[in-house]
Structure formats: C-alpha cells, structure tokens
C-alpha cells in the first residue's frame, strides 16, 4: 500500500513511519508540507496519506481542501496538535477521515490506521456494488 | 499571570513526556524570571496568538535535552545535528498544542518552532509581559517551561466597556 506521510518534523515522519512498518507498511513517500505534498502526491497515488496541519508554505488544512478538489475517495488521517474540538470539526469539513491528536501512542495510531483503511475498503465495496445496479436501471 | 493559563502546561507536558517518552515530571514551584535568569543551552520556542499573545520556551540543559531527545526518537543525537533541533521543536510544539486546547474559551494559533542552541544564552522577550518558569524534574534533567503569554480579550474587555461609557 502506498502511504504518503506529510509533517514537516523529519522526527515526527520517522516515528510515524515505525509504527507503519510494524503494520507492514514499507512504501512510503514523506513530503515536508502541504506544497511539497501536492507536488508528490499525484505521481505517487497514494491510498492513505497521513497529514499534519501546523506547517509551513502550506499547511495541512490547506492542503486537504486543495486535494479533495480532485480525488474524493484517498483517505486522510490528520496527525496534529490541535485538539480543540473546533479543529476536529473543521478538519472533518475540509475532507478528513479520521483524526490523531499528539502525543499518540503507536498503538492509537495503528488503531486510528486500521479503522480508517477499513472503512475505506468498506467504501469502496459498497459504491462498486451499487455501480453494476446503476448501470442497470440505465440500461432497463 | 492567570493560574488558568499555567495548569494547561503543567497537564501537558506531563501527558507528552509520559505518553512519548514513558518518563514522569515532577513539577516544582513556578516563579517569576528575574532579568538575569535562569540561562540555558537549548531553548525551543512557540509562538501563540489569537486570543492569547506571547511566546512559550521549553529551555534545558544540552545534557539533558540530549537525554529526552534520544527518548523521544529512540536514538541518540548530539546538540549540533539538525534532528536533534528538530525533535525539541516537535516537543515544544506537542507541548504548547496540548495546553492550548485547553485554555477555557480562547481561541488561539501556534506558530512553527524555533530552536536556539548556545551554551548559557538568553532569550529577550517581551518587557510588559512577565515570564513564569515553571521547572519539570524528570530522570533526564530538569526542564523549564517560560510561558510569557497575556491575553488579548480580556485586556479588550475594560477598553471596550470604558468607551461605551464615554
């Protein structure tokens, strides 16, 4: 699975990226910001970016809102300090999945991976089911 | 300095270094800092605006920001190396982002960290806004949160309701 990890702490990117190697996770591109992210991002496909919001150039937020613009099924799991639940919610609106507040502990972010990769492979389940009857109500 | 703006440092750091890097603080008296100190060797520092104004240092030792440092990221780095600055900006930024969330109905920004490294320096700040040291006792050394922060709305408040009066 291709993982694009975004924070601009090269400390923070390694120790996210042990806790993904431990889920086996190994294909993983990091970007220091928002901007470099959406300069990776689209050769790269990711499908689970892991974003923090407080960044220079361009910050997380940003970043998710310019993203979603085009690609509306990637999912983000914001890794942040801000954990106002205003933030949440404002994340959450701008397109984020799921939402991990530091300090973490590996394993709340392993957990906070999983059930968000669950849930979009749920997802993804779902809209291709329907697509087969949709096309058939068309035909019909 | 309003004790509701010193609590919200004190469950932070805790949380952060217990949560991070399994190691328990002890917080000491806060006191007031004087002008001549005390000094430091690394000081890593946030910017906070918005509701509340200022700045928040976390300053300590380089033996002992080398102690949390190699906690922190699982390996040993020396004051000169750039992760080393990196890793006390991160915990600087952990810090000051926890305690923000929970100032009571304010709502404020945190800017990137800073980091200074030098032997025994010090940090000019602000002149009218005092600085509250609060020194954190761990196994690796003590740690000096200086929170040099005023709020912005209440300093509002008396300016607005004194010309409503006039």
């Known amino acids: 699975m291709r993982i694009l990890l975004v924070d601009d702490s090269k400390t923070m990117r390694n120790i996210q990226k042990a806790v993904l190697a431990q ?91 999983q059930e968000t990769l669950q849930r979009a492979g749920a997802q993804a389940a779902a809209q291709a089911a329907a697509q087969p009857q949709a096309a058939a109500s068309v035909v019909r | 300095m309003d004790a509701m703006y010193i609590k919200p440092f004190i469950a932070s750091i805790s949380n952060v270094f217990s949560t991070m890097m399994q190691l328990p603080v002890t917080v000491k008296e806060p006191f007031v800092k004087s002008a001549e100190g005390p000094s430091s060797d690394v000081s890593g520092i946030i910017g906070m605006s918005g509701d509340v104004m200022g700045s928040v240092v976390l300053s300590f030792s380089n033996a002992t920001a080398e102690n949390i440092v190699a906690l922190f990221c699982g390996q040993k780095y020396d004051a000169g190396s750039p992760d080393f600055a990196d890793a006390v900006g991160e915990i600087v930024n952990m810090v000051s982002g926890g305690a923000k969330a929970l100032f009571k109905d304010r709502k404020v920004s945190i800017s990137c960290p800073s980091v200074v490294l030098g032997t025994n320096h010090k940090l000019a700040k602000q002149t009218d806004v005092p600085t509250v040291v609060i020194p954190c006792a761990t196994d690796c050394g003590t740690v000096n949160i200086e929170i040099s922060i005023k709020d912005t709305r209440a300093a509002a408040i008396p300016a607005a309701a004194a010309s409503a009066q006039a």
Not at chain 1, 45 to 53: H, N, Q, S, Y
Not at chain 1, 55 to 82: A, C, H, Y
């Open chain 1, 23 to 113: 889920l086996g996770h190994t294909d993983v591109l990091e970007a220091c910001d928002g901007q470099d992210a959406l300069s990776k991002a689209p050769a790269f496909k990711p499908e689970l970016m892991l974003v923090d919001w407080n960044m220079p150039n361009m910050d997380g937020l940003t970043f998710v809102k310019t993203w979603r613009q085009n690609n509306k099924s990637t999912p983000i799991i914001m890794v942040t300090t801000e954990a106002e639940k205003s933030r949440v919610i404002e994340a959450i609106k701008a397109g984020v999945n799921n939402y991990v507040v530091k300090p973490f502990t590996p394993d709340l972010l392993s957990q906070r991976i």
